[in-house]
């Protein structure tokens, strides 16, 4: 790992062209949403915050909204076979479809974006009900996926206008800690990665904040690389992943297999208190990737001293790593889909502002044994 830049280039660059104040939300399309948003309340201990469909007067599609922290999630499903989502969910199953960030002036944002050269998926449309008004637009970037902007500063509902707000507390949620998106991944194909790294330099004015090479993402198997971006300030962080050759197939290509091209591979949710939020993820059921007892022999002496108690790590299966400004907690996942598609990471950050470089290969040997055991490898 490379740190490229350790703070925000608007001093030294010219000004950004398109500043986000951090991520608004991501919307899933999914097979049945009603059952999707229960999950991440069950599982995640996210709240439903707002719903949408044939009862408000939406008569194509139903939509459920979830929210733990600043962290929200909306859920999708067309309520026909013949509808754009249907199709969506038939090709890619269940997965991310946009990443919506928050800005100050969406229509702003989009010119910028697309003065560029973005393909607009919706130019600025301005959205009303009796709790205000929202300005959305949206970009296309990898695959299916797409940036919205949303500049909602005259709207006091629940979540967008449409949306009927529902009851809290929800009483199926129960808090884990998760506080906000740390970071988002995405798989492009094979050599594509610096494209989409050049666009969200180009085209969204992010700049590269770290990047991994195949000969530090590798297994005696298979291999990738990845490079990071950041936006003006830092609060959106993106990861670009292609597959690199190896003996065997990558574990981006199984991904690209899946999910038909490219798309979100994991979505890292920050905590306060990694203990107490995989404790409780735990007990909800949720399931991460095993991590070797091996792992754990000798970690002491890699990360050198840290608050938690190591026991505790390895009987929750958390990974630690250190640079040279901190350490970092992390644990992943296993794909929350039948195809081994989307996962996601949960991350509490002790001064490091990596994404755990020492624990990429133990990671990627316990994500083969899995991907073994599918038969693909
Ligand atoms: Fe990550």
Redesign the pocket.
């Known amino acids: 790992m490379q740190l490229i830049s350790s703070t925000s280039p608007s001093a030294t660059m010219t000004e950004d062209f398109l500043p986000l104040n951090g991520t608004d939300h991501l919307e899933f399309r999914v097979g049945n949403a009603k059952q999707a948003a229960f999950f991440y309340r069950a599982a995640f201990g996210m709240e439903l915050i707002a719903y949408r469909g044939p009862e408000t007067g939406c008569r194509d599609r139903a939509s459920w909204v979830v929210r733990q922290g600043k962290i929200c999630f909306v859920f999708t499903s067309a309520l026909g076979g013949d509808h754009e989502i249907a199709d969506h969910v038939l090709r890619h199953g269940d997965g991310v479809r946009d990443v919506a960030f928050l800005v100050d002036d969406a229509e702003a944002a989009w010119l910028a974006a697309t003065a560029r050269g973005a393909h607009s998926v919706q130019a600025p449309q301005t959205f009303r009900d009796e709790e205000g008004e929202v300005r959305t637009a949206s970009i296309a970037v990898y695959g299916d996926v797409t940036h919205s902007f949303i500049e909602r500063q005259r709207y006091t509902g629940a979540f967008l206008p449409g949306f009927r707000a529902c009851p809290l507390p929800d009483p199926l949620a129960r808090n884990a800690g998760l506080r906000y998106i740390?970071?988002i991944?995405g798989n492009v194909g094979w050599g594509d990665m610096n494209h989409w790294v050049d666009f969200y330099r180009d085209v969204m004015g992010f700049h590269l904040y770290q990047h991994f090479d195949d000969k530090q993402i590798t297994t005696e198997y298979s291999s990738l690389m990845s490079k990071v971006m950041a936006n003006g300030n830092g609060r959106v962080k993106v990861?670009v992943n292609e597959p690199a050759r190896g003996r065997r197939k990558s574990q981006i290509e199984e991904y690209l297999d899946y999910y038909a091209g490219p798309g979100v591979q994991?979505l890292?949710m920050a905590t306060d208190d990694i203990i107490q939020t995989v404790n409780t993820l735990r007990d909800h059921g949720v399931e991460f990737i095993g991590t070797p007892a091996a792992y754990y022999e000798g970690l002491r002496s890699r990360v050198g001293p840290i608050e938690e108690s190591f026991d505790e790590l390895a009987r929750l299966g958390i990974l630690a790593d250190r640079d040279d400004e901190g350490y970092l907690l992390?644990i992943f996942t296993r794909p929350v889909t039948d195809r081994p598609t989307l996962f996601f990471?949960i991350?509490q950050r002790k001064g490091s502002r990596g994404?755990?470089k020492g624990n990429i290969k133990a990671l990627f040997e316990a994500i083969e044994r899995e991907q073994a055991a599918r038969g693909n490898l």
Request: proline share 0%; charged share 20%.
């Open positions: 740390d970071h991944v990861l994991h890292a992390q990471e991350i994404f755990g």
